[in-house]
């Protein structure tokens, strides 16, 4: 399984989940799945994904989620404490 924490207005998805309290969605495991796909998976737009993370490292596209690993999802409008700008334009997240 796959735990996915979601934030800001990502955490729209899980109805009834609230600001103060964590969003947290369980998801079957597919093994080799890369995170642009398991994204494509969930139904959600690259436009709107911000800064994520695997297991407390920024994800690329083309990291293959394993079994048990922690995805954090944050919106693209949602800036991290640091202001997340050396994460927002790596080459590494953002393709156009």
Known sequence: MIEIRLY???RSLVSGSKADEDTILMCR???????????RRL??????IGDCF???VVAKPS???TDGDRVGLFPFNMA????????KFHPHRRRR
């Open 54 to 56: 695997i297991n407390g």
């Open 63 to 65: 990291d293959v989620i």
């Open 29 to 39: 495991h597919k093994p080799g799945e890369t995170f642009e796909a398991f994204l």
């Open 80 to 87: 991290l404490i640091d202001g997340g700008m050396h994460l």
């Open 8 to 10: 800001g207005q990502l």
């Open 43 to 48: 139904d959600l737009e690259p436009d709107i």
